[in-house]
């Protein structure tokens, strides 16, 4: 599927003559591209697709015509440029049109990433690498996510300048499919690959993620908290963090500081997502003083994060919320959370959640005498 903006961007490099707009209504009335009306968080907007016949026959006609090669080129360019408007416009108060601009073009980007192979166009795929990294950390795209991984085993790659940001986020992806040595080793390679500590933002931002889970919270927060130094902007996303390792490592006083200290960069950042991982961090430490308040926070985590697409944040809201449910007798409504929440994990390849989920709910559990039940779950998360 493709809008009239595409159409028209794409137009004037595959030597389309006239108005690509006017093209494109000429073959509707024609009735070889099928129309449809959707709504999306920026509007109702209509996009084209060809039947499967007439495409079949274009493409054959490329082939024939020796234009396959140019139209293959066009749409990389087309979707490395829409990549680049994705990401800068997701790390502030646009990042709902990203998401969205992001989502309907999942296909199109797909089929670009998979062409720009075909074509041994490694800048493109590195382009589309990174300037999908940081959107997708957030949000339940999986395969998205893998391209990272890998590129970061393509023998071309060695020499490129961009190769410590590859691997950085290889090393974020690796973790979150819970594949920790990979990701602290793809990590230290990005880090060992840059030749300042600002170039290699990317994988310090992504080796406390898994320190954190090997179980050195921290360390962890030292680490976030260095790199939220390190960049413009790099505060917004990485002080949240850092505030929650810190309060998982017993050092409260330090974790409210860097809270307070994310809180502030996320209001100037204006990015919905980091702004909904502080409130989920502040919910977290609120949690066993004051579980109504952490319920709440909870809560506007998640109506905050859900309204930008970004699932991961949604998701651990979530996970925090139905153990808050749990340790406050209502133990069937944290029941139903997790038999939603475990699937929503599983589909979106996100494996560390779905350990720490797993354990929350043996927890539960076993505070209703359900020990066997407990100990398989804890041994399938520790397995």
């Not at 320190?211 to 790199?227: C, K």
């Amino acid at each position: 599927f493709v809008t009239i903006a595409t159409a028209e961007w794409l137009g004037p490099r595959v030597d389309i003559t006239g108005d690509p707009a006017a093209v494109v209504a000429h073959l509707v009335d024609a009735s070889m591209l099928v129309a449809r009306r959707a709504s999306t968080p920026l509007g109702d907007t209509t996009r084209y697709r060809p039947l499967e016949t007439v495409r079949a026959f274009a493409l054959g006609r490329l082939e024939a015509t020796g234009g396959r090669t140019v139209a293959d080129e066009a749409l990389v360019a087309w979707a490395t440029q829409l990549v680049a408007d994705v990401d800068r416009l997701a790390s502030g108060p646009d990042e709902a049109q990203a998401d969205a601009r992001l989502r309907s073009e999942l296909a199109n980007l797909r089929a670009a990433w998979n062409l720009a192979g075909d074509l041994d166009d490694l800048d493109a795929r590195v382009a589309l690498t990174i300037g999908l990294d940081d959107v997708t950390t957030y949000r339940d795209l999986p395969d998205v996510a893998g391209w990272a991984i890998e590129l970061a085993g393509d023998p071309a790659l060695a020499d490129h300048p961009r190769r410590a940001d590859v691997l950085g986020a290889a090393a974020s992806s690796s973790w979150l499919q819970g594949r920790l040595d990979d990701s602290v080793r793809l990590a230290e390679a990005a880090i060992a690959a840059s030749p300042t500590p600002a170039g290699s933002v990317r994988a310090r931002g992504a080796l406390p993620s898994a320190i954190l889970f090997r179980g050195d919270p921290v360390d962890a927060a030292d680490q976030w908290e260095a790199t939220a130094g390190l960049a413009p902007d790099a505060g917004a996303k990485y002080l949240g963090p850092a505030a929650l390792a810190a309060w998982y490592g017993g050092q409260d006083d330090r974790a409210r500081d860097l809270l307070g200290r994310a809180m502030t960069a996320t209001d100037r950042l204006g990015c919905p997502s980091y702004r909904a991982f502080a409130l989920y961090t502040a919910a977290e430490m609120a949690a066993g003083p004051d579980p109504e308040a952490a319920a709440d926070l909870y809560g506007q985590a998640i109506t905050l994060a859900r309204s930008v697409g970004a699932t991961f944040v949604e998701g651990v809201a979530s996970v925090g919320l139905v153990r808050v449910w749990g340790a406050t007798g209502r133990p069937r409504r944290a029941l139903e959370g997790y038999r939603t929440l475990l699937p929503a994990w599983r589909r979106s390849g996100h494996w560390t959640q779905v350990w720490t989920t797993l354990r929350n709910l043996a927890a539960l559990l076993a505070d209703a005498g359900q020990h066997e039940a407990a100990v398989t779950l804890l041994a399938a998360a520790d397995a």
